[in-house]
């Protein structure tokens, strides 16, 4: 039976579809053009899914600071948005068929609760910094989990350095025998790599923490926001203040966090292959139990480091995503595009990878053993001809004579090392500085200030 009243009916009609997009305006469209402009949405938002509830109640507070929400209004949705939040947490959230994505499934929850009042929740902000500010708050959780996981694997390196620091090993250049080294300047030299890792990374989490909110879809809102309020809300050290600068980092936050990601890849990475090297046969350096190595389907004596294999493979893929987000943004002018909804794919599944590779290299780590005798085969001797050029020159031959000397001693097949080391200077195999490392590592971590973002959730969470 048709209703009397047709603005009724289009009432009836619009409150049927505007939960499934929030840009519904009533028109369908093409079931081709929504499946693949949706793309990934609705499975990569879940990412996403507690940051946009901690972004609305700090938006509702400050709606409600400016009359756009009453003091009661506010105090229903933050109670609804916390129990989000909750249902969040224990794994039950999803995006409902025919939503369109984390956005539209708050608020249509928050509408299905509420009514009215839910509906009022996305006044003075767009999707666009929505988004922002989601992806924003997601990368500075995800890099406070990667300065912890990396923080572990640097004691686990300085740990190994410390155990280790007496075992000789030789040094190469040019992949050929150069000078002596030790498993204890081998391990704690990518461990110092972690810490200017941690400084690179740091610079992009400073970049991520400013508050995009209130630029709207770019360009600022009538309505009087305040944003430094949602940005003291939020824990932010500061705002991106232009509106169209603050739409402009999206893609560029997203490329300089995955170029700080990258460089700590690219130390993994190396580590990697090292391992993998001096794992064969003809290096004999170190060695894995038979637990953490796997054989041939044809060749029964094999144990091969395909733990150290995959992470390389993984930490070289890492460090292809800058350049990937690069190539997505580096031809957009300034404002909003669908383009940089693709960035999500790459971008936002990258932190786990690269913490799995993290805690997988870890463990391997932990459960390594060293080739205590190495420089004793006669195959290493030459590494030690830089120590008796030098003693030469202690004993007042100039150093030019001295390398001449040793050097013909070699050519003639008569060299005999010494095999005496003493290396006292800062940083080299008889003075390893660890405690300095370790110190540095401490001071970078204790920069990032990530109790300050802890407690501003909290009030959110708990009450304001």
């Given at each position: 039976?048709?209703?009397?009243?047709?603005?009724?009916?289009?009432?009836?009609?619009?409150?049927?579809?505007?939960?499934?997009?929030?840009?519904?305006?009533?028109?369908?469209?093409?079931?081709?053009?929504?499946?693949?402009?949706?793309?990934?949405?609705?499975?990569?938002?879940?990412?996403?899914a507690k940051y946009d509830v901690l972004?609305?109640?700090?938006?509702?507070?400050?709606?409600?600071?400016?009359?756009?929400?009453?003091?009661?209004?506010?105090?229903?949705?933050?109670?609804?948005?916390?129990?989000?939040?909750?249902?969040?947490?224990n794994g039950d959230f999803l995006i409902?068929?025919?939503?369109?994505?984390?956005?539209?499934?708050?608020?249509?929850?928050?509408?299905?609760?509420?009514?009215?009042?839910?509906?009022?929740?996305?006044?003075?902000?767009?999707?666009?910094?929505?988004?922002?500010?989601?992806?924003?708050?997601?990368?500075?959780?995800?890099?406070?989990?990667?300065?912890i996981a990396t923080n572990e694997l640097?004691?686990?390196?300085?740990?190994?350095?410390?155990?280790?620091?007496?075992?000789?090993?030789?040094?190469?250049?040019?992949?050929?025998?150069?000078?002596?080294?030790?498993?204890?300047?081998?391990?704690?030299?990518?461990?110092?790599?972690?810490?200017?890792?941690?400084?690179?990374?740091?610079?992009?989490?400073?970049?991520?923490?400013?508050?995009?909110?209130?630029?709207?879809?770019?360009?600022?809102?009538?309505?009087?926001?305040?944003?430094?309020?949602?940005?003291?809300?939020?824990?932010?050290?500061?705002?991106?203040?232009?509106?169209?600068?603050?739409?402009?980092?999206?893609?560029?936050?997203?490329?300089?966090?995955?170029?700080?990601?990258?460089?700590?890849?690219?130390?993994?990475?190396?580590?990697?292959?090292?391992?993998?090297?001096?794992?064969?046969?003809?290096?004999?350096?170190?060695?894995?139990?038979?637990?953490?190595?796997?054989?041939?389907?044809?060749?029964?004596?094999?144990?091969?480091?395909?733990?150290?294999?995959?992470?390389?493979?993984?930490?070289?893929?890492?460090?292809?995503?800058?350049?990937?987000?690069?190539?997505?943004?580096?031809?957009?002018?300034?404002?909003?595009?669908?383009?940089?909804?693709?960035?999500?794919?790459?971008?936002?599944?990258?932190?786990?990878?690269?913490?799995?590779?993290?805690?997988?290299?870890?463990?391997?780590?932990?459960?390594?053993?060293?080739?205590?005798?190495?420089?004793?085969?006669?195959?290493?001797?030459?590494?030690?001809?830089?120590?008796?050029?030098?003693?030469?020159?202690?004993?007042?031959?100039?150093?030019?004579?001295?390398?001449?000397?040793?050097?013909?001693?070699?050519?003639?097949?008569?060299?005999?090392?010494?095999?005496?080391?003493?290396?006292?200077?800062?940083?080299?195999?008889?003075?390893?500085?660890?405690?300095?490392?370790?110190?540095?590592?401490?001071?970078?971590?204790?920069?990032?200030?990530?109790?300050?973002?802890?407690?501003?959730?909290?009030?959110?969470?708990?009450?304001?």
């Amino acid at each position: 039976m048709k209703s009397i009243n047709p603005y009724f009916d289009l009432y009836l009609r619009l409150q049927n579809t505007i939960t499934m997009k929030l840009w519904d305006k009533g028109t369908s469209v093409n079931e081709l053009i929504e499946k693949f402009t949706v793309g990934k949405d609705r499975e990569l938002d879940l990412y996403l899914a507690k940051y946009d509830v901690l972004g609305s109640i700090a938006h509702a507070k400050m709606l409600e600071s400016i009359d756009l929400l009453t003091e009661g209004e506010f105090a229903e949705l933050q109670a609804e948005l916390v129990e989000i939040y909750r249902v969040i947490e224990n794994g039950d959230f999803l995006i409902e068929e025919g939503v369109e994505d984390v956005h539209s499934q708050v608020e249509l929850m928050l509408t299905r609760k509420l009514g009215d009042t839910g509906k009022k929740i996305h006044s003075g902000r767009s999707r666009n910094d929505q988004v922002l500010l989601d992806l924003k708050l997601f990368t500075r959780s995800e890099i406070q989990k990667l300065v912890i996981a990396t923080n572990e694997l640097f004691e686990r390196l300085m740990a190994k350095a410390e155990a280790n620091k007496q075992y000789l090993m030789p040094g190469y250049t040019h992949l050929q025998v150069a000078m002596p080294s030790s498993f204890g300047l081998w391990f704690s030299a990518y461990a110092e790599s972690l810490v200017d890792d941690l400084v690179l990374l740091q610079a992009a989490y400073k970049i991520t923490n400013q508050n995009p909110l209130g630029s709207a879809a770019g360009y600022g809102s009538s309505f009087p926001l305040d944003r430094q309020m949602t940005t003291d809300l939020l824990g932010f050290e500061s705002m991106n203040y232009n509106v169209i600068y603050a739409q402009m980092g999206r893609g560029k936050m997203e490329k300089t966090v995955a170029f700080a990601l990258s460089s700590i890849a690219a130390t993994i990475s190396k580590f990697a292959f090292d391992v993998c090297l001096f794992m064969s046969q003809n290096f004999g350096f170190v060695s894995l139990p038979d637990e953490l190595t796997t054989g041939s389907s044809i060749m029964p004596h094999k144990k091969n480091p395909d733990v150290f294999e995959l992470v390389r493979s993984h930490c070289n893929k890492i460090q292809a995503i800058p350049y990937q987000i690069s190539l997505m943004t580096n031809n957009l002018p300034s404002g909003y595009f669908r383009d940089l909804q693709i960035l999500k794919e790459v971008f936002l599944p990258a932190f786990q990878e690269l913490q799995d590779c993290i805690s997988i290299a870890g463990f391997a780590i932990d459960n390594m053993t060293v080739n205590t005798n190495l420089l004793a085969d006669d195959r290493y001797k030459y590494v030690f001809s830089v120590e008796d050029v030098n003693k030469l020159v202690m004993q007042g031959v100039p150093f030019r004579d001295a390398y001449k000397m040793v050097g013909g001693q070699i050519n003639e097949g008569t060299y005999e090392p010494s095999r005496e080391i003493n290396h006292t200077h800062e940083g080299s195999l008889g003075n390893l500085c660890l405690e300095q490392i370790s110190g540095k590592m401490e001071s970078v971590i204790k920069a990032y200030r990530f109790q300050e973002i802890e407690k501003a959730y909290a009030k959110l969470l708990g009450g304001l």
